[in-house]
């Protein structure tokens, strides 16, 4: 059974480096055609795709948010991390982890429950 | 930048049947965009439905169904039940696998 679960500050400060880890179990970010997938969503908006890494290091970032974000793995560990630099309050927001499975064609199918980011002096 | 718009909002009777469509700001849609679609109701995180255009995911109802209408990119739900009372989000995946969220659609059964 495949889980995904995010973590990381609850509360950051504007200008501030956001970091966060997707830790997930249930299959192996070495196999061939497999990603990790990271979603954000703001209070009462819609939801928006900001970058995914694959079993091979490939990664792709949404172009708009491209120069502060930065998506890594740690295979040993079943971990994904999405850094986010220059934090300021329009990206708070719920962010979500999400797998993407060999030959779905960049779709996501299992989500991770999301963690609420709050970007506040 | 890419705009995918989608129908701010949807009503259907129960046992009606909906069509939901997913565009873009400039451009038609076709398969090549690998459309996929979610479902999410408040507070949850969202539900795969379909993808690679017309796929539904592992359990979904065979009353959800993707395809291409004309040059959007549509979901279609058949004889809706009050529970798939939800927003809906569509993504399209651009060159090289990026993707991008739709507007999301918020769908009422009543």
């Known amino acids: 059974q495949i889980t995904l679960k995010e973590s990381g500050p609850t509360l950051v400060k504007p200008t501030q480096t956001l970091t966060l880890t997707c830790t997930f179990s249930g299959f192996s970010l070495s196999t061939s055609g497999v990603g990790v997938g990271w979603i954000r969503q703001p209070p009462g908006k819609a939801l928006e795709w900001l970058a995914l890494i694959y079993w091979d290091d490939d990664k792709r970032y949404s172009p708009s948010l491209k120069s502060r974000l930065t998506i890594t793995k740690d295979t040993s560990k079943n971990q994904v991390v999405l850094t986010m630099t220059n934090m300021d309050p329009v990206d708070t927001a719920t962010y979500f982890c999400a797998h993407s499975p060999y030959n779905w064609n960049y779709a996501l199918d299992y989500w991770g429950q999301g963690t609420l980011v709050t970007v506040s002096s | 930048q890419t705009v995918v718009t989608q129908e701010p909002s949807f009503s259907v009777s129960p046992g009606g049947t909906v069509t939901l469509t997913c565009g873009l700001s400039?451009?038609?849609?076709?398969?090549?965009?690998?459309p996929s679609w979610y479902q999410q109701t408040p507070g949850q995180a969202p539900r795969t439905l379909i993808y690679?255009?017309?796929t539904r995911s592992s359990g979904v109802p065979d009353r959800f169904s993707g395809s291409i209408l004309g040059n959007k990119a549509a979901l279609t739900i058949t004889g809706a039940q009050a529970d798939d009372e939800s927003d809906y989000y569509c993504?399209?995946?651009?060159?090289?696998?990026?993707?991008?969220f739709g507007t999301g659609t918020k769908v009422t059964v009543l």
């Open positions: 400039s451009g038609s849609v076709s398969t090549s965009y690998y």
């Open positions: 690679s255009t017309n």
């Open positions: 993504v399209l995946y651009m060159g090289s696998g990026i993707g991008v």
